[in-house]
T-cell receptor, first 117, second 110 residues
């Protein structure tokens, strides 16, 4: 399956600032996804990012707060804007890997652990 | 809408004990079913999957069978190890979107 890396792996930020998280894949993939995992909780889909089109956001998430870029088939960024302590979470990207032969399976990056003070 | 319900944790077992983590789902159509595992401080790893009724997914000694009649996908392992301590997530995909259960924390004591 695809190898997925994320930067940074963790960060501590001040409220009111913004952080951009990078997701890099070692092969070309069509669909990339961004999730949030709040402390002790399950995963919630923020948005789906397809190359060449605007990201599709899930209910409760807006582009002004979580702008996403998808400049090519191997890379995406998620920005957490104007952060507050409630944004403290693990942010994970995932991909569907066509090389793995299944379009129903997502593979996850290692996550970015964000703490907002 | 689609949903996944898992047994709440934590589940605490002694090494070599038998593990069952229950998972039931509600979905339209015929979803694919997954178990993911999250080790401490790490991201999610795909543990196993099943794509149709009566399929059995298996990996690293873990098994789960897709039971359409009971809408279940329970995770089992015959003999757990301390290294299996992690959070386990059941999930379904009914059309390009994963829906996760709440997660079950497993703690295995020596």
């Amino acid at each position: 399956s695809a190898v997925i890396s994320q930067k940074p792996s963790r960060d501590i930020c001040q409220r009111g600032t913004s952080l951009t998280i990078q997701c890099q894949v070692d092969s070309q993939v069509t669909m990339m996804f961004w999730y949030r995992q709040q402390p002790g909780q399950s995963l919630t889909l923020i948005a789906t990012a397809n190359q060449g089109s605007e990201a599709t956001y899930e209910s409760g998430f807006v582009i002004d707060k979580f702008p996403i870029s998808r400049p090519n088939l191997t890379f995406s960024t998620l920005t957490v804007s104007n952060m507050s302590p409630e944004d403290s979470s693990i942010y994970l990207c995932s991909v569907e890997d066509p090389l793995a032969g299944a379009t129903d399976t997502q593979y996850f990056g290692p996550g970015t652990r964000l703490t907002v003070l | 809408g689609d949903s996944v319900t898992q047994m709440e944790g934590p589940v605490t077992l002694s090494e070599e004990a038998f593990l069952t983590i229950n998972c039931t789902y509600t979905a339209t159509g015929y979803p694919s079913l997954f178990w993911y595992v999250q080790y401490p401080g790490e991201g999610l790893q795909l543990l196993l999957k099943a794509t149709k009724a009566d399929d059995k997914g298996s990996n690293k000694g873990f098994e789960a069978t897709y039971r359409k009649e009971t809408t279940s996908f329970h995770l089992e392992k015959g003999s757990v190890q301390v290294s299996d301590s992690a959070v386990y997530f059941c999930a379904l995909n009914a059309g390009n979107m994963l829906t996760f259960g709440g997660g079950t924390r497993l703690m295995v004591k020596p």
